[in-house]
């Protein structure tokens, strides 16, 4: 059974800093998904990443993927208080979308 | 605009009562899903469909059916409710098979929040 493990499961960080954000899991995949929810709402695709190397970019936000240490990483850059929110990593062992298996989430909260 | 719609978004029943969330896409979207959201256990899938009449079961597929008559609706049926099917409901689809790999990402309906008595 695939496990997904995202740790730490809540963070308190004050705007300005930086963090990261891990995401384990437990069976061979090379494909990878970040979603950001806030309170209350859908999620949102933040990245897609595809191959064990892949490292993606939007804003403060950059996500990695090293598929042998079956290890993704979400970090962030000077935090603000508008990248508060759920974070979920999700492990797509098909490639095509059709069973996502989610991490526990992160709640993040960013303080002035 | 490009779009998964679920209804209702909200619902409180009974226990027994039979009832129905619907699910519709626009984008023409092969792949479709379900997904159930609970406090400190993440998402987890409930059924899914790869093509019309094509559905298979997710991760707790238990006290819920689906179909897929028709490639845009798939509806998540619950035959008689029960308290502990208290959850955010989340329908989703992606593109399919033999598309543009890093398009084909899962795109999420709004959510429908039931409450079982």
């Known amino acids: 059974e695939l496990k997904v493990e995202q740790n730490p499961l809540f963070l308190s960080m004050q705007e300005g800093k930086n963090y990261t954000i891990y995401c384990n899991y437990s069976t061979t995949s090379d494909r990878l998904y970040w979603y950001r929810q806030d309170p209350g709402k859908s999620l949102e695709s933040l990245f897609v990443?595809?191959?064990?190397?892949a490292v993606k970019q939007e804003g403060r936000l950059m996500a990695s993927l090293d598929t042998k240490a079956r290890l993704s990483t979400l970090h962030i850059t000077a935090a603000v208080h508008d990248l508060s929110a759920t974070y979920f990593c999700?492990?797509?062992?098909?490639?095509?979308?059709?069973?996502?298996?989610f991490g526990t989430g992160t709640r993040l909260q960013v303080t002035l | 605009e490009a779009q998964v719609t679920q209804n209702p978004r909200y619902l409180i029943t009974v226990t027994g009562k039979k009832l129905t969330v619907t699910c519709s896409q626009n984008?023409?979207?092969?792949?479709m899903s379900w997904y159930r959201q609970d406090p400190g256990l993440g998402l987890r899938q409930i059924y899914y469909s790869m093509n019309v009449e094509v559905t298979d079961k997710g991760d707790v597929p238990e006290g819920y059916k689906v179909s897929r008559k028709e490639k845009r609706n798939f509806p998540l049926i619950l035959e008689s409710p029960s308290p502990n099917q208290t959850s955010l409901y989340f329908c989703?689809?992606?593109?399919?098979?033999?598309?543009?790999?890093?398009?084909?990402?899962?795109?999420f309906g709004a959510g429908s929040r039931l409450t079982v008595l």
């Open positions: 984008m023409n979207h092969e792949y």
């Open positions: 990443l595809l191959s064990n190397g």
């Open positions: 989703a689809s992606s593109l399919g098979p033999g598309r543009d790999s890093g398009a084909n990402v899962l795109t």
């Open positions: 999700a492990v797509d062992i098909y490639g095509t979308a059709s069973k996502l298996t």
